[in-house]
């Protein structure tokens, strides 16, 4: 390479480098797929429900954005807003439970991992609750478990019935025995529901699992499940682990457990609003 050349391909790099940096673009603007790895323009995803329009992956939905695509008259009216969780237990572990609650309310602008309210779907009086997956992984702990029996015990008051959107890591690890205790505490809720002949729709999304999925998430009249969602109590290299087999491709996905029973319908999020009003209407006849 003589010299000419040298500084011929000094300056091209120096072109592109400049290039690439006015090209640099602000990370909200782009999203990329997690699942095809191909860059969506944000603006064109949340157009799409936040689906990837070129491989259908379901992004996670915050519980407002849950409730914008699904409540689209606003009739949605929040209730127990207040409740929070507090360190009962004086628990720490890297940091301080308090500490931790306060900091993921600032993040996630929500009191707790759980929406509650009622509003109308379809015309249709329902009681709702959305998981924030964004609050500590959607974890579920004594506040999430009461919010669930309040919002049970409001349908049957109103004699409506009950949609329920799921995504959760499990049991919120800080408040122990009292997280496990929400499981029987909403299953008996639900038993209540059933005394009284009303609906219960279970919507689980990605990913549901742990004592979510081992209570309330699985015992719909009819259980719906966004597509691709991990749903599961353990995780796949524990179970791996615990049997030594491996396991079987698409194994916790939401078309594995439809195809052995355990999902009732896998629905693409575009169809889910409809899918959910015609249940509500076949239920109430
Ligand atoms: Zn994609």
């Not at 259908?56 to 849950?66: D, I, P, W």
């Not at 997280?179 to 029987?184: F, T």
């Not at 219960?200 to 259980?223: C, E, I, K, Q, R």
């Not at 078309?255 to 959910?276: A, K, N, P, S």
Request: hydrophobic share 40%; glycine share 8%.
């Amino acid at each position: 390479m003589s010299i000419h050349d040298w500084f011929k391909r000094k300056k091209l790099q120096k072109e592109t480098e400049y290039t690439r940096e006015r090209l640099d673009i602000p990370g909200d603007l782009w999203v990329k797929c997690y699942k095809c790895g191909q860059p969506i323009y944000a603006k064109d995803l949340a157009a799409n429900l936040k689906v990837c329009p070129k491989c259908n992956y379901h992004f996670k939905l915050t519980s407002a954005e849950r409730l914008a695509q699904l409540f689209t008259d606003n009739s949605f009216k929040e209730i127990n807003a207040g409740l929070t969780s507090r360190n009962f237990l004086e628990f720490t572990d890297t940091k301080d439970y308090s500490r931790r609650i306060e900091e993921s309310i600032l993040k996630s602008g929500l009191n707790d991992a759980l929406v509650t309210g009622l509003g109308k779907l379809g015309g249709l009086e329902v009681a709702a609750g959305i998981m924030d997956f964004s609050f500590m992984g959607g974890s579920m702990g004594s506040v999430v478990g009461e919010k669930f029996a309040r919002l049970v015990e409001a349908a049957r008051e109103k004699k409506c019935p009950v949609i329920v959107f799921s995504t959760s890591g499990g049991a919120r690890m800080q408040e122990s025995i009292m997280s496990l205790m929400q499981m029987a505490k909403t299953s008996a809720a639900l038993g209540r529901l059933r005394e009284n002949r009303l609906p219960y729709l279970s919507v689980l999304a990605d990913p549901t699992t742990g004592g979510v999925s081992a209570s309330f998430a699985m015992l719909g009249d009819v259980n719906l499940a966004e597509p691709g969602a991990l749903i599961g109590f353990a995780g796949p290299r524990v179970i791996e682990q615990t049997i030594r087999q491996k396991l079987p491709p698409g194994f916790q996905r939401s078309e594995f457990l439809r195809d052995h029973g355990m999902v009732d319908i896998v629905c693409e999020r575009r169809f889910l609003r409809e899918t959910l009003i015609k249940l509500l209407r076949f239920f109430k006849d």
